[in-house]
């Protein structure tokens, strides 16, 4: 669940926290906004002042550069005074797929998270998926292990298991609908089905193990690529809801 964080309350002094950078916003000739994504703070705006020199955090406000911030809360807001890389994962930046899938699944979270609410949980599954891209897994079954999870989080993940108009079990495959998934008895007329081994491998990327899904992954067919590929796009459609409702 996440849990409240109100920078608000934080007295004057220093803070340390591991993460990475979201947002950036550029403010010519005073430097950079910056939406960090933080453990115990969750998402928090932070103030990067201009410097005549260049690296000043040395490549850690780079997309996908994970590092210890060092913050400086003021009477009056939040500044950045430091940083140390402790992941840059350089490798993904080699790979044109890897790269969109990755800046992708950060988009992701724009308008999901609460500024000022601790997510450890999401943060957890942002770095787990970055991992996984690195160890080569398939982007498509990591894009859709990370956004179903996603879902899960925040309470709307689909059911893997149940027709969402019926109930029953889904044993022969399934249909997906604006709703959910639904069972060949309820899905009428539908066109797009998933067969029962699909759907079962559906269910695998989304509850095995960081572990067990690296080595479990890397064994799927290309042909079973699609079923997430067209997964994905139907757990999107589920986030815009989400997003348009909270605005």
Known sequence: MISSFEKDKLTQGHYSQVGT???????????????????????????????KTKCRFGGATEPLVWA???????PSRLYLQGAEIREDFISLRSSAEKLKTALRI????????LTG???????????????????????????????????????????????????????????????????PSCSGPAQEDICSEDLSNLRLAAM???DRFIG??????????????????ALKNELIRYKVKKS
């Not at 979201?22 to 410097?51: N, Y």
């Open 21 to 51: 950078v979201l947002q950036r916003r550029d403010s010519s000739g005073e430097g950079q906004s910056l939406l960090l994504f933080l453990r115990d703070m969750g998402p928090v705006w932070v103030s990067a002042p201009a410097s």
């Open 68 to 74: 210890e911030f060092t913050l400086y809360q003021s």
């Open 106 to 113: 950060y988009k992701r979270l724009t308008g999901v998270l």
């Open 117 to 183: 609410h601790e997510s450890n949980n999401i943060l957890t599954l942002l770095w787990s998926a970055m991992v996984l891209l690195k160890e080569n897994c398939p982007v498509e079954i990591v894009e859709y292990r990370f956004t179903w999870r996603l879902l899960k989080e925040i309470g709307l993940a689909p059911s893997l298991g149940y027709c969402v108009k019926c109930g029953s079990k889904l044993e022969c495959g399934a249909v997906w609908t604006k709703d959910g998934l639904v069972c």
């Open 208 to 210: 095995l193990s960081h």
């Open 216 to 233: 479990w992954s890397k064994g799927r067919e290309k042909s079973s690529l699609f079923t997430f590929i067209t997964t994905i796009y």
